[in-house]
């Protein structure tokens, strides 16, 4: 019985679902930490409207997006005044169609930018280089004055020396410039080349497509199981630290698609290093009560749960098991409704 839950939940890791495919990459800043987990964790990307043109998609596309506070995109911005108003444009981003153009890769544009040809882009030749700090995580620029950090001002170079080798991690393949990114106080950063060209209509169809186990099932806006929720650990006092292993609190959104019988959709949650974390569920329905089976912070996890109506409004009571390292944990949530799925 465990084998098959073990191989029904490494299906739920394959990224499957109808999308639409362009070749448009991103350079981003990443710390080690969020390197590795961005190139191993299947489920990290949000879904952001960059705005990278597929042939046959809307006009306004969604696209898998990296963007966090440790993995920031690079912008160029000529003449770019500290308080102007910045418009998030794919042109600006450093990446293989930098300014209308296919390059052959991001760091082929950084390497144009090296005017003295000494293999290190620095001083004048980053005047109009910006890490983009997506503090909000969606691909939108925050109003905060420190969503746009100057490179010149951070950062001392970044050192072309250090080949871009392409690598694969057990999620996605990229191009890593390890530790090319020199520090002023001394330490380095990676350099990570990432594709987000796939494209899809809403941001929801994007997620629930990388939730799916194949095809993505269809929302039913009839079954009162479908949309988001927001859900809360209500037991979680017993554990010496509640906030954890769940994250920055023991707190998130279910983002729930019920068809017929069956279910699949993502829980949401911030972790404990404010990683933006997606875990796949799927399972199945009958009537107002669920099983699913999901990947939680606690190991494999199992949930079954009730739809009750609590002073006229909907709200989702269930209750989890974990094995992780080989010890069963149980614990009890609650989730209450909050908007339809688009």
């Known amino acids: 019985m465990m084998r098959a839950i073990l191989l029904f939940v490494s299906l739920l890791f394959v990224q499957g679902g109808a999308r639409a495919q362009s070749d448009a990459t ?18 990290f990307p949000q879904f952001a409207r960059v705005g990278f043109g597929t042939p046959g ?15 920031c995109a690079i912008l160029h911005l000529p003449d770019f005044l500290p308080g102007a108003k910045v418009d998030i444009d794919p042109a600006r981003l450093i990446g293989n169609t930098f300014k209308g153009q296919r390059w052959e890769n991001a760091f082929a544009v950084l390497a144009s930018l090296d005017a003295d040809g000494n293999g290190i882009v620095e001083g004048d030749e980053m005047r109009d280089l910006y890490m983009w700090v997506d503090f909000n995580g969606d691909g939108t620029l925050a109003t905060r004055p420190d ?37 002023r106080r001394g330490g380095r950063r990676h350099l990570l080349e990432l594709k987000v060209g796939e494209a899809f209509a809403t941001r929801d169809r994007a997620y629930l497509s990388y939730a799916a186990n194949g095809a993505a099932l269809l929302p039913d806006a009839r ?36 068809n017929g019988e069956r279910i699949h959709g993502l829980v949401q949650m911030v972790g404990p290093y404010n990683d933006r974390i997606n875990l796949p569920l799927e399972g199945m329905v009958r009537g107002t009560a669920a099983q699913w089976v999901s990947s939680s912070p606690m190991g494999l996890t199992r949930s079954e749960v009730r739809l009750e109506q609590v002073f006229g409004r909907p709200v989702l009571r269930g209750t989890a098991w974990s094995n992780r390292n080989g010890k069963l944990r149980e614990w009890t949530w609650e989730a209450t409704y909050e908007k339809p799925l688009e």
Request: no cysteine; net charge positive.
């Open 147 to 183: 969503a746009l950090v100057s490179m010149a001002k951070r950062f001392a170079g970044i050192d072309l020396r250090i080949a871009a080798k392409p690598f694969a991690g057990t999620a996605r393949s990229g191009r890593l410039a390890a530790f090319a990114l020199i520090e």
């Open 223 to 258: 079954n009162p199981l479908t949309g988001y929720w927001r859900w809360s650990i209500t037991n979680a006092d017993q554990w010496k630290d509640a906030t954890r292993p769940w994250g920055k609190e023991a707190a998130g959104q279910l983002l729930l698609s019920a």
């Open 57 to 71: 998609t809307p006009g306004k596309p969604w696209h898998a997006w990296f963007g966090g506070t440790e993995l």
């Open 26 to 43: 991103v350079l981003y800043v990443g710390t080690e930490r969020l390197t590795a987990l961005a190139l191993s964790y299947p489920h």
